[in-house]
């Protein structure tokens, strides 16, 4: 396509496409970016130019872009069954054998599956299961949900009001009465004269004053990503998570994984949980279930809960495209992709260390106030000139360093004051370099 082609399709979607997560007027001034094509780690747009996508899409595109084994897995499904539902007693041989296969893979007790095609929808299925589990054991009155602050766990009513960023919850009014928001382990945020882990400790006692105050008897259950993505990559000091999970255990509240961007190896295990020993009772999942091909979203749950909720019959939850045969063979393929590459071992023992040491590369410079991450995931805190003193809120140096970055030719993702990266797990050592001296310039242009 010539460039008239695409200047025509820059003014259709000006005239009607709406973005998500996206300032219209100032996009419309700008002229939207258009990709075309996409291999590997690498995207290109509609001037031809190539960008290395340091972000693998949204944290999802974990085996990279135009992986044969899922496209041919996907054409083959859709020739013989593209679509069916798994209403009536009915379902279909990949969405089965994609449960048996989460079901040896996820950790602790976690063997049952109900499908969605979302995160955001497998969050709300979590919230509608635990609530629907409370009144049958005759205790309808627990019904309190807790979530932290800096978390993202979707954009539903009620995800959103999980969701603890202010720019997520105020334009709806939001959160939903019986959401309540315990402090995340942000401590850089905090400004706190604590240690990251005596930080940690002080969230932990308030998320217990919380339960105190609200009265155990009234609350449901604690969701928690295993490293908070979206909400900047804060990853927990140490102790926090089982001092978390033992809070919850000993006041008998629900631990949700929500491990949407953490599932399928980012942090060079299969799951954020085994990390750090969380033994969920339910697990949320999406994104790189399929590494972003087709839209996926999975809630699993414990052998305990699936027996509660499934014996006294009927249940009234799920989707059209509950357990999507298509859906579910891009799953499979793609699980095959990791196993058969030994992609989450590349993340564990080469890319992943070598990306932090990458990262941790930074620390010292003058316009980066933090370093942190796990694997393949990480973010810079970055400082205007004068440091830390000098930032003012709504100055976004993110998104005027992630706009700085794709002109050098890489995509990252500027939140607040910070530029957050999760490539995919294929990136070479070379495009780690390539992404990281970009980054160096693009600290250097910010300061300019
Ligand atoms: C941890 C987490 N949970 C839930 C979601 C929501 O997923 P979706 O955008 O697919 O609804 C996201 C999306 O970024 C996420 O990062």
């Known amino acids: 396509m010539g460039n008239a082609g695409f200047a025509r399709l820059q003014e259709l979607d000006k005239q009607f496409h709406i973005h998500p997560f996206t300032n219209h007027p100032e996009m419309h001034a700008e002229g939207t970016h258009i990709i075309t094509r996409a291999e590997g780690c690498s995207l290109w747009d509609e001037t031809g130019r190539r960008l290395l996508d340091g972000l693998a899409g949204l944290w999802c595109v974990n085996v990279g872009y135009h992986r044969t084994e899922i496209i041919e897995a996907v054409r083959e499904q859709m020739e013989r069954l593209p679509y069916y539902c798994s209403f009536f007693n009915t379902t279909n041989q990949p969405a089965i054998e994609l449960s048996e296969k989460l079901a040896s ?4 007790r976690l063997r049952h599956t109900l499908y969605c ?25 627990k019904n309190k949900i807790l979530s932290r602050t800096f978390s993202y766990h979707g954009v539903t009513l009620a995800t959103a009001s999980l969701t603890g960023l202010p720019t997520v919850n105020a334009p709806f009014d939001l959160p939903l009465p019986g959401f309540i928001h315990v402090p995340g382990p942000n401590d850089y945020a905090a400004r706190t004269p604590l ?22 008897d009234t609350i449901a259950a604690l969701f928690v990503e295993p490293i908070q993505g979206a909400g900047g990559v804060i990853v927990p000091p140490p102790g926090y998570l089982a001092a978390l999970r033992r809070l919850c255990r000993d006041n008998d509240i629900l631990f949700v994984a929500d491990e949407v961007i953490t599932g399928f190896g980012r942090l060079g295990r299969n799951f954020g949980s085994e990390v750090w020993d969380l033994d969920p009772d339910i697990m949320t999942l999406a994104k790189g279930i ?5 839209p996926l979203g999975a809630t699993m749950v414990s052998d305990e809960l699936a027996a509660d909720l499934l014996k006294p019959g009927y249940l009234a939850h799920g989707f059209t495209y509950s357990s999507h045969p298509t859906c579910a063979a891009a799953a499979l393929a793609n699980l095959k992709v990791l196993e058969a590459d030994r992609l989450v071992e590349r993340v564990r023992d080469d890319v992943g260390p070598y990306f932090q040491q990458k990262l941790r590369g930074f620390v010292g410079h003058p316009a980066v106030g933090e370093a942190r991450g796990h694997g393949l995931i990480g973010a810079l805190e970055l400082l205007p000139p004068g440091g830390r003193a000098a930032l003012k809120p709504d100055m976004a140096l993110g998104a005027r360093a992630a706009k700085i970055a794709r002109g050098e030719g890489v995509i990252v993702r500027g939140i607040r004051d910070l530029i957050a990266m999760s490539p995919p797990f294929v990136i070479s050592r070379e495009e780690i370099d390539q992404l990281f001296a970009a980054v160096g310039v693009t600290l250097d242009k910010l300061w300019r």
């Open 117 to 141: 095609s979302s995160g955001s929808e497998a969050n709300e299925t979590a919230l509608k299961l635990i609530r629907a589990w409370n009144r049958l054991r005759g205790r309808s009155a």
């Open 195 to 216: 240690s990251a882990e005596a930080y940690g400790r002080w969230c932990v006692e308030e998320t217990a004053k919380t339960i105190e105050r609200e009265g155990a």
């Open 290 to 294: 399929t590494s972003g091909y087709l």
């Open 105 to 108: 893979m996820a950790p602790g």
